[in-house]
């Protein structure tokens, strides 16, 4: 079992900026990290991508205020949010995706944009 863990969530004012970490217990070096985020009432949707070989992929609506970003040394990425809005205010979650052994899904943290 891969265990995955997410922080750095909390409360910002339009135009802010957060920063999410998400750790995971093994394997790291070889899995692809995802981010997604759920808001209430809607479905889980796609936020960015970043692979073992630190290719990195990000959805329309994030390109250019987010930032993906992997440190193999201490097992963890990073997403880096800028620029936040209102729609920005989601549940986010992380996701690895480990070779040989699955998906697992952190527990989420909350973000929330807002004056």
């Known amino acids: 079992q891969v265990q995955v863990v997410e922080s750095g969530g909390g409360l910002v004012q339009p135009g802010g900026s957060l920063r999410l970490s998400c750790a995971t217990s093994?394997?790291?070096?070889?899995?692809?990290m995802r981010w997604f985020r759920q808001a209430p009432g809607k479905q889980r949707e796609f936020v960015a991508l970043?692979?073992?070989?630190?290719?990195?992929h990000y959805a329309t609506s994030v390109k250019g205020r987010f930032s993906v970003s992997r440190n193999n040394a201490n097992s963890t990425a990073e997403l880096q949010m800028n620029s936040l809005k209102p729609d920005d205010t989601s549940v986010y979650f992380c996701?690895?995706?480990?070779?040989?052994?699955?998906?697992?899904w952190g527990q989420g943290t909350q973000v929330t944009v807002s004056a």
């Open positions: 996701n690895a995706v480990v070779p040989g052994r699955g998906e697992f």
């Open positions: 093994k394997s790291f070096d070889q899995s692809a």
């Open positions: 970043i692979t073992a070989d630190y290719t990195t």
